[in-house]
């Protein structure tokens, strides 16, 4: 596969923060956003003090449940003009 050219969407999982950097700059994503996976009541918010421990040449942000879940929504419709700026 080619360079996504453009921000990764990823759901918190089984990689690491660091290896969701790693793929995001394998492909030559522009940023990354990793959003909590909400499979409990405690991972819904947005986790703290993720950013600053990366080491990543792209801009990288940990959002909540919710809004990883709207983002995914958005980015799902074709129909839609979903843009991020970072």
């Known amino acids: 596969a ?3 050219d453009g921000i990764a969407l ?3 999982g089984d990689c690491t923060f660091g290896q969701n950097v790693t793929k995001a700059e ?3 994503a522009k940023g990354l956003l990793i959003y909590n996976d909400g499979t409990a009541s405690d991972r819904l918010q947005p ?3 993720q950013r600053s421990n990366l080491n990543t ?3 990288v942000f940990v ?3 919710n809004l990883g879940m709207r983002l995914l929504d958005a980015a799902s419709n074709a129909a839609a003009n979903a ?3 970072m």
Do not use: D
């Open 63 to 65: 959002l909540s449940y």
């Open 10 to 12: 990823v759901k918190r």
């Open 26 to 28: 394998t492909y030559r």
């Open 47 to 49: 986790i703290p003090n």
């Open 57 to 59: 040449s792209i801009p």
């Open 2 to 4: 080619g360079p996504i």
């Open 83 to 85: 843009g991020i700026r």
